[in-house]
């Protein structure tokens, strides 16, 4: 497992029950995680003087109960700033566990010794994005959600990249996709993040399962001929970390050679040793390089 163990303003705390106790920046959260199935006693303090609560609903959804919260608030990793706040489904606009592929693909682009073109897909807050433009990438950040668009451009604001050569695009990704390999445009690295389950701007249906490998296929297209590195993110519990990897070498390594690898990411648990599995990604590069600062694996 590749463990995202770098954070100072993030740990989780404490888990048991089916959920989790986090410390983001100066405010606890307590939140639903249905990989926490192990009921064990919380003697965490923190369980007592949390800041917000997300309650799961029995029929589905569920809502936040406050206690002494800001509307929003900020953490950093690393130079990088993201602002937070609580928003439907539980989430707070960040997945700090992706911090582990910001480590992972940021020496790939600070030494490649040339100009690099990053393409990122579904790229929500921008983590990825700001990680990238960091280390000198040029990059277009490309999501359906004008909201995540605009807290992105706030985020790299906050982090002192807004003149870093970054395209913010508000746009179906399959579509632009498809249009930029009419255009003849070409990127040396893509990171792709796409949902489980998601609608198009017409009504479309988007299944990961059903439509991963076809856009997989489609997005290959936009590479340049000396490219990077492709990464490919999945939170869908029913798509194997193994499923990822051969989805790569058949995709992209079958036309580029290179090296294809992948697993599950996690975040550790203070104190108890334990490490919460938090999806799977994958993989592929040109050729295997020594990192500045590799990731530890469990």
């Given amino acids: 497992m590749w463990v995202a163990d770098r954070w100072k303003d993030y740990e989780i705390l404490d888990s048991s029950k089916g959920e989790k106790l986090e410390r983001w920046g100066a405010y606890t959260l307590v939140r639903p995680d249905p990989q926490v199935i192990w009921d064990t006693p919380r003697t965490h303090p923190g369980w007592e003087r949390k800041n917000a609560h997300y309650h799961r609903s029995a029929g589905g959804g569920g809502e936040w109960e406050f206690f002494r919260l800001p509307e929003e608030w900020s953490i950093r990793y690393g130079e990088l700033t993201f602002g937070l706040k609580p928003f439907r489904f539980k989430h707070t606009g960040l997945f700090p566990e992706q911090a582990v592929n910001w480590e992972w693909f940021s020496p790939l682009l600070k030494h490649a010794g040339r100009p ?8 929500y807050t921008g983590g990825a994005t700001l990680s990238a433009a960091a280390v000198g990438a040029q990059v277009t950040h490309v999501d359906a959600s004008k909201g995540m668009v605009n807290w992105a ?10 003149d870093a050569p970054i395209r913010f695009l508000v746009d179906d990704c399959l ?10 445009n070409r990127y040396d690295a893509i990171i792709m993040d796409p949902p489980s389950y998601g609608r198009g701007p017409k009504g479309e249906v988007w299944k990961l399962e059903e439509n991963l490998w076809a856009f997989l296929e489609t997005a290959v297209r936009l590479l340049s001929d000396n490219p990077l590195f492709f990464l490919v993110n999945s939170y869908t519990t029913g798509l194997q970390p193994g499923v990822l990897k051969y989805l790569l070498e058949l995709a992209v390594a079958g036309r580029f050679g290179g ?7 996690g975040l550790p648990i203070a104190g108890s040793g334990l490490v919460l599995p938090c999806g799977a990604c994958g993989r592929w590069q040109a050729q295997r390089r020594p990192s500045e600062r590799e990731p530890r694996r469990k």
């Fill in 259 to 265: 090296y294809v690898e992948a697993g599950e990411i």
């Fill in 116 to 123: 690099v073109k990053v393409l990122n897909l579904f790229a």
């Fill in 175 to 184: 579509k632009f996709v498809e249009r930029e390999i009419r255009r003849g």
């Fill in 153 to 162: 451009k706030e985020n790299a604001a906050a982090s002192g990249l807004k």
